[in-house]
C-alpha cells in the first residue's frame, strides 16, 4: 500500500516537472508569448523612399572647388527589405540583423534619378509595401545591380551633369556598374522613421551622400569628409574637349588611382538618413 | 461663539500663518533621492567628442515623439534620468552636422543595462533590483511549493518505514 502510495505520489510530482523540463526556454523577464494568443493586429503601409539630398538635386561645391550639378543621377536598387531588429541593429558592430519582422518592400529592380524631386517630396518613391505588420522598422537592407533596362541599363549607378570651375565647364557622364548590398541601421534624422501604426503608412529612406565622394567645399579641406574625398579634379583631367564620359572599367584602365579611390568611397555612399550602413561585400562601413 | 469672536478668529489665523509663510520664504527645502542616470558619450571616428550636438530622447511608449531634447557638453556628454516606469528601449539620439547615431539603452523596471558604440552610455548608475519571484511563471512556482511539501511528506514516510522495521525486528526477536 505504501509502496503505491509513494507511485502515485511520485507520478503526481514528475509529469509537470517533465512538461516544464520540455518547455521552450525562456529568458528571465522576457516577454511571454502573448502574441499567439492575441488576435492578429491591424496592418499599416511601410514606403521605402530614396534620396540623394539636396545635393544631387540642388548641386554641390566638391572639395577641389568645382561647382557639379547633375542632370540625372540614377541609382539602380533591388532587395529592399525593412525589418523589425531585436536587439537593434548597429552596423559598426558587425553581426547580423536579428529580425523579429522582416518586409520585403521591392523584390525586383526599380532605377530612380535622385536628382529629380519626387512626388512633392525631397525623396523619391522606390516601392511601398501594404499589409505588413505595425511596428518600428529599424533596420534597412538593400542591393544595387546593374539595369536590365532603362537609362540606367547596365550600370547600377549613372551620374551625369555638369561641373564648372574658373570658367572652365566639364560636361559629364560617370558610369558605375558594380554591385553593392547595403545593411542598415535605424534612419537617423529630424524626425524618427519606420513606425508602422496599425492603419497608417509610414516610410524608411536609403540615403546617398554624395559628399564621401566628391567633398564638401564649404568646409575645410582637413575636414575628415574631404580627406578622405575623391573630389572631381581627377576626372577633369580626364575630359577632352570638355566632355568626358567614362565607366569604372575605362576609368581603371585611363586612371589607376582614381579608380582605385572611387572603388574605396563608393561603398561607404550608402546611409539611412545620417545614421550608417555597412556595404556588405566590402565590410564597409559609411 | 459670539458673534464677536466669529469676527475675531479669523483674523487670529491670518496673522499666524500669514507669518509663518513669511519666514519660509527665507528658508530652504531641499530633498534627496535617488535615481537611475543615463549618461551617452558621442565622440566622431576620430575621437574627437561631439560637442554641443543636438540629443533626442524617445521613451519606449511612444518611440515616435520626443522624450527629451537636450545638448552634449564640451565633452560630447548627455545624461539624463529614464521613468523607471516604461519598461523597453530607451533611444537616444546624438547628431551634428549631418553626422548622427542613435544608440538603445534597455530598461527593464529599475534596472538598467547600456550598450551600443559610437554613442556609447558609458555608465548607468543603477541599483539593480532583485525582481526573485518575477522571474518564474505561475506553474514553476506551485511546482516549486509542490515539491518542498513533498519533500516533508516524503521524509516523514521515510522515519515511518524505519520505525516499522526496528518493531518488527523486535516482535521476530521476541518470537525467538
Given amino acids: ?286 | 461663539m459670539n458673534s464677536q469672536w466669529k469676527i475675531i478668529f479669523p483674523f487670529v489665523v491670518i496673522s499666524v500663518f500669514g507669518a509663518s509663510t513669511r519666514a519660509i520664504a527665507h528658508g530652504v527645502r531641499m530633498q534627496a533621492r535617488e535615481t537611475q542616470a543615463i549618461e551617452v558619450n558621442a565622440e566622431y571616428d576620430n575621437g574627437d567628442p561631439m560637442v554641443n550636438a543636438q540629443v533626442t530622447v524617445y521613451a519606449p511608449n511612444d518611440p515616435a515623439t520626443p522624450w527629451l531634447e537636450g545638448t552634449t557638453d564640451n565633452n560630447g556628454n548627455f545624461v539624463f534620468t529614464p521613468d523607471a516606469s516604461q519598461s523597453g528601449n530607451w533611444s537616444v539620439q546624438v547628431r551634428q552636422a549631418g553626422h548622427g547615431s542613435i544608440v538603445n539603452v534597455p530598461i527593464e523596471g529599475n534596472q538598467a543595462q547600456a550598450g551600443g558604440d559610437s554613442a556609447t552610455p558609458e555608465s548607468s548608475t543603477s541599483r539593480v533590483m532583485n525582481t526573485g519571484a518575477a522571474n518564474f511563471t505561475p506553474l514553476q512556482i506551485i511546482l516549486m511549493g509542490a515539491a518542498g511539501v513533498w519533500g516533508f511528506i516524503g521524509t516523514a514516510l521515510f522515519f515511518m518505514r524505519g520505525n516499522k522495521t526496528n518493531s518488527e525486528l523486535r516482535r521476530s526477536e521476541s518470537q525467538r
Fill in chain 1, 1 to 286: 500500500m505504501r509502496t503505491q502510495l509513494l507511485s502515485l505520489a511520485g507520478l503526481i510530482f514528475l509529469a509537470p516537472g517533465i512538461i516544464i523540463g520540455c518547455s521552450v526556454d525562456q529568458t528571465p523577464g522576457e516577454p511571454q508569448a502573448q502574441e499567439q494568443s492575441q488576435p492578429q493586429a491591424a496592418a499599416g503601409t511601410l514606403q521605402v523612399r530614396a534620396n540623394g539630398e539636396e545635393r544631387a538635386r540642388e548641386g554641390l561645391v566638391s572639395s577641389d572647388g568645382w561647382r557639379i550639378t547633375f542632370n540625372n543621377l540614377y541609382a539602380n536598387l533591388a532587395d529592399v527589405t525593412a525589418y523589425q531588429s531585436e536587439p537593434a541593429f548597429n552596423p559598426e558592430q558587425g553581426g547580423e540583423i536579428q529580425a523579429e519582422e522582416k518586409v520585403v518592400v521591392l523584390d525586383q529592380v526599380q532605377t530612380v534619378d535622385l536628382a529629380q524631386s519626387g512626388d512633392g517630396q525631397d525623396s523619391v518613391l522606390v516601392a511601398e509595401a501594404s499589409n505588413v505588420p505595425p511596428g518600428q522598422y529599424n533596420a534597412l537592407s538593400w542591393r544595387m545591380v546593374p539595369a536590365t533596362e532603362g537609362p540606367a541599363q547596365g550600370q547600377t549607378m549613372v551620374m551625369s551633369g555638369t561641373a564648372e570651375k574658373e570658367g572652365q565647364t566639364i560636361n559629364f557622364v560617370l558610369n558605375i556598374d558594380r554591385e553593392f548590398e547595403y545593411v542598415c541601421g535605424e534612419y537617423v534624422g529630424d524626425e524618427r522613421k519606420g513606425i508602422v501604426q496599425a492603419g497608417d503608412t509610414a516610410d524608411l529612406e536609403a540615403t546617398f551622400h554624395l559628399d564621401h565622394l566628391f567633398g564638401d567645399g564649404e568646409k575645410s579641406a582637413d575636414d575628415p569628409i574631404n580627406q578622405g574625398a575623391l573630389g572631381f579634379e581627377p576626372l577633369a583631367a580626364l575630359a577632352q574637349n570638355g566632355n568626358l564620359q567614362i565607366s569604372t572599367s575605362e576609368l581603371q584602365s585611363q586612371s589607376p588611382q582614381t579608380y582605385q579611390q572611387l572603388q574605396e568611397i563608393l561603398p561607404s555612399i550608402g546611409h539611412v538618413g545620417e545614421g550608417h550602413c555597412r556595404e556588405a561585400n566590402t565590410q564597409t562601413v559609411g
